[in-house]
């Protein structure tokens, strides 16, 4: 208890008497809590979080179930109603009725010239953006970390060499790089003359995006190890005779585990924003599949007549980055007090 | 200060080169046939044959890069293309121009935009920064970290229709967004370009007022801070001349960094607005698959950045001495 090490002195007397509720007026009797139990009562009282938590949540929900949502709608993502049925769209391909088409049938109303249904394409393109998205940001995340881990471990020329290329990278215009690789890289697997199916157009795009994507994480983690490695219970470790391969695993890696967890929260949303982005180029997802971006490029398009047809992606879009910022936000200030700004 | 900024240009030439031969081996080498993506309608088998000889690709892979890089310098012939000048970046088939004439065309409009949108989002990232550390933990504090968070989380494909469809189509206070000279009619460019300038900063302003906020409090608690007030200085004065001051060495930095990637091509804000900027151009590229004006476009948009990087180093030696030293 008098030995200060620097995480109980901060935290422990604070916790203890509120989860007791004594108010702190009478020494509480000491109560063993593992730092995730400190983290997770933390996080509870921040009710910023705690509702940011439920909307990102919630679109995880509504992205895993899109078909039993879109069946109780009823409508399909795929067929283009506006052509089969001439009483959905006027001469000029703009939605009869208030709003886009907005009715009982059409929930969110349909979409301009072909008259898809726009419900069931959000919440189907939910899927698409965010399974991109965490896709992405997974395969950079571990590039990131292992080049990371590495970077500071093993120092010396590694270091030197790898740090230079992640410059090299970091100094390239990466939206341009983005957009003009993709193309490169799906035709490494599919001739330009034939038609791409679906996974390896993902596939593409996560390589790319992934690709370019690294180097912030790797930055940072190379820091954190960088100062790790000085300290002693690494160097009690090596003197054990523990293999490197055992101390980055055993002992650097639980010590990186808030900084890499906080990295990922901070580029998910990037990612998934990324993502529309490159398909409302033109360059990355293509219809007929359900893509927020997609919608974005056609709604653009139509924005003079039908402005309704915007909002809803747009402002998914923005809900769910708007969310997912405060509650990585959150989640940092929850493992770690030191990093409140 | 200056063997610095020689080892820096030196650097920046090696990773030019590096980056021109890798790009270029990249595009050329795939199992594509360049022809055939330059030759796209009505196209027939003689006409095929004299893309093929025009663009040197009946050559080994590693003299058609001789051909290109040499050509940056010296320029090169294209067949019956015609001779292109010195700084050759390629033909483009599908326009039949060169790449380097079109890179000159629509630099202006990137130029024009990358000005403009930088003096909008450091004027408003920094304000606001301002004001949230000037009212700190009160309600305008919180306003301008919300401004930010939101700004920063819209995309400029939402925002930008939004606007238009705002202040051109319904209130009519704006033309249709577009790239007018300003030699022609420096009016006109203004109001073509306030939207473009103005949605493309939004999401600048949160990682500028979030900087600026953290800087400036933290500079506030110095001790020269508290010498000077000590002196009677008046607050105005010490929150200009002393907080100010100390806080925009390191967002200089940062600012340096974002102008060269507007510079490049702010690739979104282009195509939303149609503005026929950098961006705009390697989006239509990539599209129709003309390899060579992709390339220019990269390699255009890489110098520049790297160039400007060096120009950030060198400002932020001049206006910090602690780094000149190094």
């Not at chain 1, 709604?299 to 809803?312: C, G, I, K, M």
């Amino acid at each position: 208890m008098t030995t200060p090490t620097e995480d109980t002195t901060e935290t422990d007397p604070v916790l203890v008497a509120s989860a007791t509720g004594d108010g702190g007026d009478k020494p509480a009797a000491l109560l063993g809590r593992t730092p995730r139990q400190i983290a997770w009562s933390r996080f509870k009282r921040n009710r910023t979080g705690v509702v940011c938590a439920f909307i990102v949540i919630a679109f995880i929900l509504i992205a895993i179930l899109a078909p039993v949502i879109a069946g109780l709608e009823g409508q399909s993502p795929y067929i283009p109603y506006g052509l089969r049925d001439p009483n959905l769209l006027d001469d000029f391909g703009v939605p009869i009725g208030a709003n886009g088409g907005m009715n009982a049938t059409h929930w969110f109303g349909i979409t301009p010239t072909s008259g898809f249904d726009i419900f069931s394409k959000l919440v189907y393109g939910i899927r698409t953006s965010l399974g991109i998205g965490l896709l992405i940001t997974i395969v950079s995340s571990i590039l990131g970390i292992v080049i990371g881990v590495a970077q500071g471990y093993l120092g010396g020329r590694f270091d030197y060499l790898v740090g230079r290329f992640s410059d090299l990278l970091l100094g390239l215009p990466s939206q341009l790089f983005y957009i003009a690789f993709t193309p490169v890289v799906l035709n490494m697997f599919v001739p330009a003359d034939r038609a791409t199916p679906v996974h390896i157009r993902v596939m593409a795009i996560v390589i790319v995006q992934a690709f370019l994507g690294w180097m912030a994480t790797s930055r940072l983690l190379r820091g954190m190890s960088l100062s790790l490695r000085e300290r002693e219970y690494i160097e009690a470790a090596k003197i054990a005779g523990a293999s490197s391969w055992r101390i980055i695993t055993k002992e650097l890696m639980p010590n990186l585990a808030t900084t890499m967890l906080v990295q990922v929260t901070l580029l998910l949303p990037a990612m998934v924003a990324a993502e529309a982005g490159l398909s409302f180029l033109g360059v990355g997802m293509v219809e007929p599949t359900p893509d927020w971006g997609l919608m974005f490029q056609d709604a653009v398009h139509n924005y003079q007549n039908d402005l309704t047809y915007l909002l809803f992606p747009g402002l998914s879009l923005t809900i769910f980055t708007v969310a997912f910022s405060l509650f990585g936000d959150a989640v940092r200030d929850a493992l770690d007090p030191k990093t409140i700004r | 200060m200056l063997r610095f900024l020689i080892r820096r240009a030196l650097g920046a030439l090696v990773i030019i080169v590096l980056l021109i031969a890798l790009t270029y081996f990249a595009f050329f080498s795939l199992p594509t046939d360049p022809a055939r993506l330059a030759c796209s309608k009505g196209c027939t088998p003689e006409l095929l044959a004299q893309i093929r000889t025009n663009m040197h690709l009946n050559l080994p892979i590693y003299q058609q890069f001789w051909n290109y890089f040499s050509g940056l310098f010296v320029g090169q012939d294209f067949g019956t293309a015609g001779h292109c000048a010195a700084p050759c970046f390629g033909y483009s088939y599908n326009t039949q121009s060169f790449v380097w004439d079109r890179i000159v065309a629509n630099y202006p409009a990137t130029f024009v935009l990358a000005i403009g949108g930088a003096a909008i989002f450091l004027t408003v990232g920094v304000g606001l920064g301002m004001i949230a550390a000037w009212k700190q933990g009160k309600l305008a504090d919180k306003a301008a970290t919300a401004i930010g968070l939101v700004g920063q989380s819209t995309q400029i494909y939402f925002l930008g229709p939004l606007a238009m469809a705002l202040f051109v189509v319904n209130l009519h206070w704006l033309p249709q967004p577009a790239y007018i000279p300003w030699t022609q009619d420096p009016w006109g460019c203004f109001t073509g370009m306030i939207l473009p300038w103005t949605v493309m900063s939004v999401i600048f302003w949160s990682n500028y007022s979030r900087q600026v906020r953290s800087l400036m409090l933290e500079q506030l608690s110095e001790d020269h801070i508290r010498a000077a007030r000590a002196k009677g200085m008046s607050n105005t004065y010490v929150w200009w001349r002393y907080a100010l001051r100390g806080a925009m060495a390191p967002i200089i930095t940062i600012f340096g960094l974002d102008l060269g990637a507007v510079f490049s091509g702010a690739i979104i804000t282009e195509v939303t607005f149609g503005v026929h900027g950098l961006g705009y151009l390697a989006v239509i590229a990539v599209n129709q698959a003309d390899l060579y004006l992709e390339l220019g476009v990269l390699i255009f948009s890489s110098v520049s950045i790297l160039l400007f990087n060096i120009i950030v180093d060198a400002a932020y030696g001049l206006l910090d001495p602690r780094v000149r030293i190094g």
